[in-house]
């Protein structure tokens, strides 16, 4: 059974930095294709940035503006989500998530329904 927890998630002024961290257990890590998606409250969910097996990055460009860095470590079975210039809209619950489906030549997928393992989220609040 493949596990996802999140942390790292929490309370911050605008322009400040965080980073988010996941930890998966269970699986193959090495073989997924890893995503960040984030909930704000009355949205739909949201694709934030996503790194492949290769790791290949995508992000979304509407929004990440360069701000944003994901990363992972094959050896600890962690990604991570590093967030600076925080803004009062990036407040939302953010998701880990894997893509076991991820091939390797590719890039990472942007799709939230390619993605089967989810964590339970991490709030993040960033304060005006």
């Known amino acids: 059974q493949v596990r996802l927890v999140e942390s790292g998630g929490g309370l911050v002024q605008a322009g400040d930095s965080l980073r988010l961290s996941c930890a998966v257990s269970?699986?193959?890590?090495?073989?997924?294709?890893m995503g960040w998606f984030r909930q704000a409250p009355g949205k739909e969910r949201e694709f934030v940035v996503a790194?492949?097996?290769?790791?290949?990055?995508?992000d979304n460009e509407d929004f990440v503006k360069g701000r944003f860095t994901i990363s992972r470590d094959n050896a600890k079975k962690m990604v991570f989500l590093q967030m600076n210039r925080l803004k009062p809209e990036d407040t939302a619950v953010y998701y880990c998530?894997?893509?076991?489906?991820?091939?390797?030549?590719?890039?990472?997928?942007?799709?939230?329904?390619?993605?089967?393992?989810w964590g339970q989220g991490t709030q993040v609040t960033v304060s005006s």
């Open positions: 998530a894997a893509n076991p489906r991820q091939i390797l030549t590719s890039l990472p997928s942007t799709r939230s329904d390619e993605y089967d393992y």
């Open positions: 790194i492949a097996r290769n790791g290949g990055t995508k």
């Open positions: 269970g699986g193959m890590f090495g073989r997924y294709g």
